[in-house]
């Protein structure tokens, strides 16, 4: 890497200055979670559906919610109250390298275990097939055990996709059509044109509402911080015409970067419990397909990390052009290529170029913008995840544009990054 090293030595990377994106802080107070919870799973679409003796499994992803455990052991004590026996089941499709203990291990992270939910989670990757798909005839497939449950109990986030734009994105339609699914069900709504993917998830999710026992959902909304924002209590026969309504509001929400472009972005982690594609194109302007788009516009975009929580799944690397050797040498293809081969993005495997560490990685990305407005005040952006944007870095070139916008503002003057001996951040 010499060689390398000698083409880009002499690239500066430019003064960066701390500033704070202001987002709506407006959020359920964690001490009122629980309550709020409860109230939404007595309204009577639900409540009147549960009663005592029914084995009533409890859906959950592979998606980062916060409060995410005691979200859960709210539901679970809530249906012991009534009588049923609960229990938990993943849906999480491919995720955790198609395996049992890939997808209970990810749920362990999240705090949902035997041992802190008082059931059993179930994690097996058997699935069956339920009916035919209700416009194509196509076979539908469902977790085994909760196919053999006396009800099933949706969870999870309502939110943007990030491949594609339709009536439902990522929440209880998609959680039904390809969570459920397990590695099977997913691939085969993914073996099909990504063009259509939001008639599939419709068109699966409404054949499933019709064959099995799904007695309803909780859908979470997140505020940009991750906070929780909203829950709602759906029955079954609400989901339809609900979840598009919970889409629409997720979309004002979310957390994005409040500038239109850049030169470098600099993502300093990635990882499935940030976003099913690493790191969220919603935020980053990389998209997997052409069905979808938005985000800032970057001519380069670096990635130097992986999360701990994606237990080596890399997943959307390929949507950066730059990399470090540490993410690489993270990196487990064994839990990495089956999400590819179920989604068919072949393309968010494949490895940007390797760094040896994060300096270097900056330097090539700043010295490779042949498009710069400005190749004497280049234009960067580092920000610690696609998650979590109130607190961010920006280069001295963008100073003009962050004074003029109310909602930046700025916390410091320019100083250099730090880089380590090895030549990392810290």
């Not at 993943?90 to 395996?99: E, P």
Request: aromatic share 6%; proline share 5%; with cysteine.
């Amino acid at each position: 890497m010499e060689t390398v090293t000698d083409l880009i030595k002499n690239t500066p990377i430019p003064k960066m200055v701390r500033v704070r994106q202001k987002y709506d802080h407006i959020c359920i107070p964690v001490e009122k979670i629980p309550e709020k919870l409860r109230e939404q799973l007595n309204r009577p679409p639900l409540l009147e559906k549960i009663r005592p003796g029914m084995r009533i499994a409890i859906t959950c992803g592979s998606r980062g919610i916060n409060h995410y455990a005691s979200m859960v052991r709210t539901m679970v004590d809530f249906i012991k109250e009534r009588g049923a026996v609960p229990f938990i089941v993943a849906a999480m499709g491919s995720h955790g390298g198609a395996t049992e203990s890939g997808q209970r291990q990810i749920l362990k992270d999240y705090g949902v275990s035997y041992e802190t939910m008082g059931c059993p989670v179930l994690c097996q990757m058997d699935s069956v097939e339920i009916g035919r798909s209700l416009v194509r005839n196509q076979p539908v497939f469902l977790d085994k055990n909760a196919a053999g449950a006396d009800g099933i109990l949706l969870f999870n986030r309502i939110k943007p996709h990030t491949s594609y734009t339709g009536r439902y994105e990522s929440g209880l339609m998609k959680m039904m059509a390809i969570g459920l699914g397990k590695q099977k069900g997913a691939e085969s709504i993914h073996s099909q044109s990504p063009a259509i993917m939001h008639e599939l998830i419709e068109e699966y999710g409404r054949t499933i509402l019709q064959n099995c026992p799904v007695l309803g959902g909780v859908a979470v909304i997140e505020n940009a911080f991750d906070e929780t924002w909203s829950l709602t209590g759906l029955g079954a026969e609400e989901i339809v015409d609900e979840e598009p309504k919970l889409r629409d509001k997720s979309y004002e929400t979310i957390a994005r970067l409040l500038f239109d472009r850049c030169d470098v972005l600099v993502v300093d982690k990635i990882g499935k419990n940030i976003s099913g594609d690493g790191m969220d194109p919603n935020v980053t302007g990389r998209f997997c397909t052409k069905y979808r788009s938005g985000g800032i516009q970057a001519e380069k975009v670096v990635i130097l990390d992986l999360t701990d929580e994606t237990h080596g799944n890399a997943q959307g690397v390929g949507l950066a052009d730059v990399t470090t050797r540490r993410l690489f040498q993270k990196t487990k293809l064994e839990m990495t290529y089956p999400t590819g081969i179920t989604n068919t993005f072949l393309h968010l495997m494949k490895i940007p170029m390797i760094m040896d560490n994060d300096r270097e990685a900056l330097q090539l990305a700043l010295h490779c913008c042949p498009d710069a407005e400005d190749q004497d005040r280049l234009k960067m952006i580092r920000i610690p995840n696609t998650a979590h944007l109130e607190y961010i870095e920006i280069s001295e070139g963008m100073l003009g544009l962050a004074k003029n916008n109310p909602q930046i503002e700025i916390l410091s003057g320019p100083y250099d990054l730090n880089f380590d001996v090895e030549g990392n951040l810290w």
